[in-house]
């Protein structure tokens, strides 16, 4: 059984670099699309990246693109966003989701599971 858990939040000051990790306990990882979701204080979970079964192929909301990389190691069953030059903008709790498809979609209903969730805070 797929098990999400995220880690590698925390607080960083503007313009600085963390880099999130998504394990799969399930050991079931290799044959999903994952994708990663943020919630920022008070508004609607929103798209970050996606990034298919072989890390082939990626897709990035337009604010993230060229600050965000996601990438993953299904020997590892783990995925990983890289985020440097984050900004205030980009607080919110992140959330690693994974689906049972090859599309890389933006829609949250469209993934099977979900973690719980990770924390990241900008300061300016």
């Known amino acids: 059984q797929t098990q999400l858990v995220e880690s590698g939040g925390g607080l960083v000051q503007a313009g600085g670099s963390l880099r999130l990790s998504c394990v799969d306990s399930g050991r079931t990882f290799s044959v999903y699309t994952v994708g990663w979701f943020r919630q920022p204080p008070g508004k609607e979970r929103e798209f970050v990246a996606a990034?298919?079964?072989?890390?082939?192929?990626?897709n990035y909301v337009d604010s993230v693109k060229g600050r965000f990389t996601i990438s993953r190691d299904n020997a590892k069953n783990t995925v990983y966003l890289q985020m440097n030059s984050l900004k205030p903008e980009d607080t919110a709790v992140y959330y690693c989701?994974?689906?049972?498809?090859?599309?890389?979609?933006?829609?949250?209903?469209?993934?099977?599971?979900w973690g719980r969730g990770t924390q990241v805070t900008v300061s300016s």
């Open positions: 990034i298919k079964w072989n890390g082939g192929i990626t």
């Open positions: 989701a994974a689906r049972r498809g090859s599309a890389l979609t933006l829609k949250p209903e469209e993934y099977n599971y």
